[in-house]
């Protein structure tokens, strides 16, 4: 049996002055997925992905690459990160340099490519996350938005094979969601292993292959998102409520009996509903509600 691209085995972590953040934490990573870590604010999620990378290093157990057991060691963690590449939920943490450009290319340049490459690949990032036009534009005066889009643009830069993200969504706006994860997901189709955390069980439930669910330090489940969020014990158990798409999907199939998977999308969940009605579906009470469902029209 192949090994996974990356996992966490009996993971510990103990801060400074015994506060615990991870307890005994098993988590599997395999290629080609988009993975969401579910789990509530404070629940240790950030430090998790801080060990995914070698930022961190556990207080018992081990993070496996390929099969292998990370090393700490500088020319290890330093082939480590090139392989998986960790963007922080506030990207003025990751952005120093005067201008998008020279931000971008630090990266690269860093892995001793020359310049020619460095600018080639520096094109091929902004461009991924459309803000080509930003190239030459100073990184204290980009928008929110555009400093994350930036930071990740960083990143990807170094052409990782694993793109940790944590909270990528976290304060956007719906149309600054929406273009992130239209970005991400060209990523995605790609070849790029995509890992999150959140605690927006909608976001994960539209656009997750498989979620982990995450309390207290521990991954309570893993394994693919409808069947571990239509768990609604477990769900309670780390203090998350159901997703309201699957919800409505569930009432409108009576049920969990489906004989297909139930729909992750606004839209599916609509025709669903026209289909139960067996007429178009005029705007009424539930129309506009899953309108507001903030994550359905990108699943």
């Known amino acids: 049996m192949t090994a996974p691209l990356l996992a966490a085995h009996g993971l510990e972590y103990v801060y400074p002055g015994g506060?615990?953040?991870?307890?005994?934490?098993?988590?599997?990573?395999?290629?080609?997925?988009?993975?969401?870590?579910?789990?509530?604010?404070?629940?240790?999620?950030?430090?998790l992905l801080l060990h995914l990378n070698g930022t961190c290093k556990p207080t018992r157990g081990e993070i496996r690459l390929d099969g292998q057991p990370g090393r700490y060691e500088r020319r290890a963690l330093n082939h480590w990160r090139?392989?998986?590449?960790?963007?922080?939920?506030?990207?003025?943490?990751?952005?120093?340099?005067?201008?998008?450009?020279?931000d971008v290319s630090f990266g690269p340049l860093n892995l001793g490519l020359s310049e020619p490459e460095t600018a080639e690949r520096v094109r091929e990032a902004l461009a991924a996350l459309r803000v080509a036009h930003l190239a030459d534009r100073a990184t204290?005066?980009?928008?929110?938005?555009?400093?994350?889009?930036?930071?990740?643009?960083?990143?990807?830069?170094?052409?990782?094979?694993?793109?940790?993200?944590?909270?990528?969504?976290?304060?956007?706006?719906?149309?600054?969601?929406?273009?992130?994860?239209?970005?991400?997901?060209?990523?995605h189709d790609a070849g790029t292993t995509l890992v999150f955390s959140t605690h927006d069980v909608e976001l994960a439930y539209a656009w997750a292959d498989r979620v982990a669910v995450f309390h207290d330090g521990m991954?309570?489940?893993?394994?693919?998102?409808?069947?571990?969020l239509g768990d609604r014990e477990l769900l309670h158990r780390a203090r998350l409520r159901p997703p309201l798409l699957l919800q409505v999907a569930e009432v409108l199939g009576a049920g969990r009996n489906w004989t297909v998977p139930p729909p992750r999308s606004r839209e599916a969940v609509l025709e669903l509903l026209r289909e139960r009605l067996g007429q178009p579906l005029s705007a009424g009470p539930v129309e506009p509600m899953l309108a507001h469902s903030r994550h359905g029209p990108l699943a």
Not at 82 to 102: I, S
Not at 219 to 228: H, M, R
Request: aromatic share 2%; with cysteine.
């Open 19 to 47: 506060v615990t953040a991870l307890r005994g934490l098993d988590l599997s990573i395999e290629r080609g997925q988009k993975l969401a870590i579910l789990g509530s604010n404070g629940s240790g999620k950030t430090t």
């Open 140 to 187: 204290h005066a980009l928008s929110f938005g555009q400093k994350k889009r930036v930071a990740i643009a960083g990143v990807l830069a170094m052409r990782p094979e694993i793109l940790v993200l944590d909270e990528p969504t976290a304060g956007l706006d719906p149309h600054g969601v929406t273009h992130l994860l239209g970005a991400l997901q060209q990523l």
């Open 82 to 102: 090139r392989r998986v590449g960790l963007v922080l939920q506030e990207p003025d943490d990751q952005l120093f340099a005067a201008t998008v450009g020279q």
């Open 219 to 228: 991954v309570l489940c893993q394994g693919e998102t409808a069947a571990v």
